[in-house]
């Protein structure tokens, strides 16, 4: 599985360069449809098995992206 995520230039442009090593997100409805299981009342129930991440810099068509 690959997830997704934007972020902003500057971000990006740390974490290729490796002076940024993390990275912290919200625990929001969507991310954790995006990340976890859930079962029938949306409670998670183990984790999705991601492969790739692609960190991609706003919203443009043209716009630059790295893959972890």
Do not use: W
């Not at 995520?5 to 740390?14: A, M, W």
């Amino acid at each position: 599985m690959t997830l997704d995520l934007i972020i902003k230039q500057k971000h990006l442009e740390e974490i290729v360069a490796g002076t940024k090593t993390e990275e912290y997100r919200d625990v929001t409805d969507r991310l954790l449809k995006q990340v976890c299981d859930l079962d029938s009342e949306g409670n998670a129930t183990g984790y999705k098995p991601i492969k790739t991440l692609r960190l991609f810099a706003g919203y443009k068509k043209d716009r630059k992206f790295a893959v972890v």
